[in-house]
């Protein structure tokens, strides 16, 4: 089936640095990957939509110049948490649509991030 | 707006069926229903998607009336690793560029 990996699974940094966190697919191609973030009981939200080769697409009131997301390969995007504040501790997810198909969406595993 | 109305919780004893139920009755034509679970701490895992016939995998069978304006999954014998978040989405298939929108949920709760 179809796998997506994130990288680093688990991340504590301290306030005002920046922090990068790594999405790939595995045995598949994926020329659009979205990025989640979830706070503690509560559901998932979609913080943009990358896309191979262009600029990410950014939800209404998610910060492009905080959140950068790199879309390099069809099968890597990377958002970087830029100055990181405690506020930015969240659970990130990034999920992959398989391009076969009916493009199910296939997600990562997260990744928890604290800012201290 | 949500377009899926779910109970927030459900209980289930291990070994019974577990049925969660979804209302999705703004459903357009060519949405179809989509079901993914959350465990605790994990990313979202696909469950299964239908139309309008009813679905089975390994995983879970999908019921969806005539009228398409609800659903329900079954899992047919819970087993305490099926505790999770339950979402029911409805989308356009074939749409690789559009993500999915996540409501609330139900937290299904299997004990022993």
């Known amino acids: 089936g179809a796998v997506v990996s994130q990288h680093p699974s688990r991340v504590i940094c301290k306030s005002g640095t920046s922090v990068k966190i790594e999405c790939r697919s595995l045995d598949f191609q994926a020329t659009t990957m979205f990025w989640y973030r979830q706070f503690p009981k509560q559901s998932l939200m979609l913080m943009a939509t990358s896309n191979e080769g262009s600029k990410a697409t950014y939800e209404q009131g998610v910060e492009k110049d905080k959140f950068l997301i790199n879309h390099a390969s069809l099968t890597l995007s990377t958002l970087t948490v830029t100055s990181a504040h405690p506020e930015d501790s969240s659970f990130y997810i990034c999920?992959?649509?398989?391009?076969?198909?009916?493009?199910?969406?296939?997600f990562g595993p997260g990744t928890r991030l604290t800012v201290l | 707006d949500a377009k899926t109305t779910q109970p927030p919780s459900m209980d289930c004893a291990e070994g019974r069926a577990a049925n969660l139920p979804c209302n999705h009755s703004t459903i357009s034509g060519n949405e179809y229903v989509y079901w993914y679970r959350q465990i605790h701490s994990q990313g979202p895992q696909y469950i299964i998607h239908g139309l309008k016939n009813n679905e089975t995998n390994e995983m879970a069978s999908l019921i969806i009336t005539e009228d398409r304006k609800s659903s329900t999954l079954i899992l047919p014998h819970a087993t305490l690793r099926d505790t999770a978040v339950y979402y029911c989405?409805?989308?356009?298939?074939?749409?690789?560029?559009?993500?999915?929108?996540f409501g609330k949920g139900t937290t299904l709760s299997v004990s022993s």
């Open positions: 999920s992959a649509s398989d391009d076969r198909g009916y493009n199910e969406q296939f």
């Open positions: 989405i409805v989308r356009v298939a074939n749409q690789a560029g559009t993500a999915l929108i």
